[in-house]
Structures are given as C-alpha cells and as structure tokens.
C-alpha cells in the first residue's frame, strides 16, 4: 500500500506506513477552513489510533479508507509513542472531539456554516442540535439522520443516507458511528455526496451532549484517556488495551527498524 498523491504536500509521518499529520490542531483547523472556503468538495478526515491500525491490517477496505482521508490525526496516545521511537515530531494528540470543536468553533465565528450530523439516535441528535446551538449560536445545524444499527448497510440504507445528506449540501457532515464501519461508509460514498468537509468522529456525538463523560483532564493532558474508559465500558474496550495497544507496539517497532 503506498501514500495518495495527495499527502505528499502535507506535513505527514509514516506511522507503520500510514500517513499521520504531524499538524498542530491549529493548522489541522486551518487546512479544513480552507477546503470549505474554496469550495472543495468531498474532503475527509479521520482519528489514527493503535486500535484502528491493528484492524486495518486485518481489513483491507478498512485501510484503503484510512489511506485515502486526506487528513489523518494522532488520537492515541500510541502514535505519540511511536512517533517519538522513529524521531518524529508528534507530540500530542488530536481526537475526533478536538477537530469536532475547533472546526465547529471557526464556522461559527466565521457565520453561515451549515453542518449535517450522521449518526446516534434521533433524541441524542436532537440534543446536539441544541447543544450546538448555544454553543456555536453563527452555525446552522441544518440536518441529522439516524441509520440503521447495523454492522453493514444495505443499498437501500446508504441511498438514504446518501439523499439525506444531500438535500441539505451541508458544509460539513459529522459521521458519529463506530469504526471502522463509519471510515468505510465515507469511503464507499463520498464520490455520491454533496458536501464539502467529511469527519468521522466516532463516539464524539455522545461525548458533545454529555451520554459518555470524558475522562478527566488530567488524564487527557497525560495521553490516558483511555484508563477511566476502560473500567467503565471493560467489555467493549478491553480488546483494544490488552490486545491491539501491545501489537501495535510490535507493528511500530518493526516499521522502526526497517
């Protein structure tokens, strides 16, 4: 597998081969603004953590998605780690939750900004709706929808979907459903859709409206995050601490050494 054409003019870092930006959120921010402000379509973006490289190696639509986003985050505190084993210079993270904000943030002050979520369930998308709309009171949140809980979609739902999204040409569409169905969703359809700016940001919808509390900040600031979450959703996280984070770490030091 090698890098999109596209990365090249980026500030990226192989990490076990993957293109991860090594962009503070602020420029991360700013490349996005600027897609939306020129006009650009079809533009995604996606969080890299262990997790998500451990799948992909075992998933290969999983990993063309992931190498075909045009913007790649370090979420995980791993690739921090890596990045640092290999003489990066990646030295924090960026989640889903930070690009969601900062982005939302400069829409708003900008004015105009119109932005479709994808994901949930219909009241958590209606309380994002209002949340968003105290917070970042100079963007509309102008559609939702909520697909089928389903691990794979059918025709008949992504063309739903799709028209959904559509009918609004939204700026910015949010997809908040887990990964890697929601990196696959966008790859298989973002030619389809009529929208500037694609993110997919995973749990973040029900971090925003308060479902899932985030860890404290203290944890967030030392990259561990992910220790209250998994004494509090073991059975769903375990498999990604105990299993991918030690393979990950096996993958990272192999690419080191070639």
Not at 16 to 26: E, F, K, Q
Not at 52 to 73: H, I, W, Y
Not at 216 to 243: S, V
């Amino acid at each position: 597998m090698t890098v999109s054409p596209r990365h090249k003019d980026l500030h990226v870092e192989r990490i076990c081969s993957y293109p991860v930006s090594s962009l503070d959120i602020g420029r991360c921010t700013d490349m996005i603004m600027g897609w939306i402000s020129a006009g650009v379509s079809r533009k995604y973006f996606v969080c890299a953590n262990p997790h998500s490289f451990v799948e992909a190696d075992n998933d290969p639509e999983f990993k063309q998605a992931l190498f075909e986003a045009d913007l790649m985050t370090p979420d995980g505190i791993g690739i921090v780690i890596a990045s640092k084993l290999q003489g990066g210079s990646i030295r924090a993270r960026i989640t889903g939750s930070d690009m969601f904000q900062a982005v939302s943030r400069c829409l708003s002050e900008r004015g105009g900004g119109r932005v479709f979520l994808l994901g949930s369930t219909e009241p958590n998308l209606e309380k994002m709706k209002q949340k968003m709309a105290a917070d970042f009171p100079g963007l509309s949140a102008v559609g939702t929808y909520s697909p089928p809980f389903t691990s794979r979609f059918s025709e008949a739902d992504n063309a739903a979907m799709v028209d959904a999204v559509n009918g609004f040409a939204p700026d910015v569409l949010w997809v908040g459903m887990t990964a890697p169905k929601q990196e696959k969703w966008i790859y298989r359809n973002r030619t389809r859709l009529n929208v500037g700016f694609i993110g997919a940001v995973g749990a973040v919808f029900d971090f925003y409206i308060g479902r899932v509390k985030r860890s404290h900040p203290m944890f967030l600031k030392t990259g561990l995050e992910w220790l209250p979450r998994l004494f509090r959703q073991p059975g769903r996280l375990w498999r990604r601490t105990c299993i991918s984070a030690p393979r990950f770490l096996l993958m990272a030091l192999r690419s080191r050494a070639h």
